[in-house]
């Protein structure tokens, strides 16, 4: 395979190599991933995330494994653990449905490649699109909040909800990003930062709690967030504690937009109920991990609740921005999940 680079993401020497995001932003560490055994691990310790990511990282490991020379039936089996390892975050799903068609046709390998590299390709261009859109809902002077983390790290592209961030402040409309630290695992404190750091966008960290006295103060003019699932309803799975700014949005009166591209979204999902949430290690609650160590400080019979997402229902939103355009809630309520033709 040729070489590729991306934020997250490098395939040289014909291996699949990650970026730790939980050494983030300390250190910059790439994770060898000759294998499905060690993309698993990247993924369920995070060190692969972001839904578009996580199924980009996956389709890339399953044409350099036929590349290397892995018979047909084990890539099939390797496909089938890859869609086990995030089941919340349908992308995965998605770019792995299209792996497989590859993986039926004569010439697998070659079409393995050919398809792993045209996703690749597409999620830039969808996320060059979802900036496009959003941006035109961005008010000049905008103070912005999101959560998580939506940029580069989480795609192969600008992002979705943090590039129409960027794309806003780049048009000159954005003042300021209010950053959630995004608890247990500070995906916003550690990497949303960075990457606004990195860029030059003018941002302020702030601890999940503040969000809602800084709607009180009307110093929120827009919430953007991305999406690891999107019902056919319009209901949403996102970080955990995405639902918790929507009711705050929607009592304060402030806009509530999710960006995302169409391949997160799943029309076979009915409604929020249907998407399965996944429940991760108690430790990530009652301590920290990173590059720096570990640390405790829950009691050690703590007992813990620590679902990775939450659901935020449709009527919580705003507005469905895709990379082929905005979907109204009006849209949404009489079933049809196209993008606006306003």
Not at 196 to 209: K, T
Not at 231 to 238: K, L
Request: glycine content about 8%; some cysteine; proline content about 6%.
């Amino acid at each position: 395979m040729q070489t590729l680079s991306t934020t997250s993401l490098q395939v040289r020497d014909n291996q699949l190599w990650i970026l730790d995001q939980q050494a983030l932003p300390q250190k910059k560490i790439w994770c060898p991933t000759p294998g499905v055994a060690e993309l698993v691990g990247h993924i369920k310790a995070l060190r692969v995330r972001g839904a578009p990511l996580i199924g980009l990282s996956a389709s890339l490991l399953l044409a350099l494994l036929a590349e290397n020379g892995m018979p047909k039936p084990e890539l099939a089996a390797a496909l089938e653990v890859l869609r086990a390892s995030r089941p919340t975050a349908v992308n995965l799903m998605n770019n792995l449905d299209r792996m497989k068609l590859a993986l039926a046709q004569d010439r697998f390998v070659t079409a393995l490649t050919f398809e792993a590299l045209r996703l690749v390709e597409e999620d830039k261009a969808l996320c060059d699109n979802i900036a496009a859109a959003g941006v035109q809902l961005i008010k000049p002077g905008s103070r912005l909040l999101t959560h998580c983390n939506t940029g580069g790290l989480a795609t192969a592209g600008v992002g979705t909800a943090l590039g129409v961030i960027t794309r806003g402040w780049q048009e000159g409309k954005v003042e300021n990003v209010w950053v959630d630290e995004t608890r247990p695992l500070l995906q916003g404190g550690r990497l949303t930062a960075w990457e606004l750091g990195e860029l030059g966008v003018p941002y302020r960290l702030i601890c999940d709690s503040m969000a809602a006295s800084l709607m009180a103060q009307k110093q929120v003019d827009a919430i953007w967030v991305g999406a690891d699932r999107i019902a056919a309803n319009g209901d949403v799975a996102n970080k955990i504690g995405t639902y918790s700014l929507a009711v705050l949005a929607h009592y304060h009166h402030i806009p509530f937009y999710v960006a995302a591209p169409h391949t997160t979204l799943d029309p076979a999902c009915p409604d929020g109920s249907a998407i399965p949430i996944e429940q991760r290690a108690a430790s990530e609650v009652t301590g920290v991990a990173g590059s720096f160590g570990e640390v405790q400080w829950a009691p050690e019979e703590a007992r813990v609740y620590n679902p990775a997402f939450d659901v935020t229902p449709a009527a919580l939103i705003s507005g469905w921005v895709l990379d082929t355009g905005v979907v109204t809630p009006t849209q949404v309520n009489n079933g049809i999940f196209q993008p606006s033709q306003a």
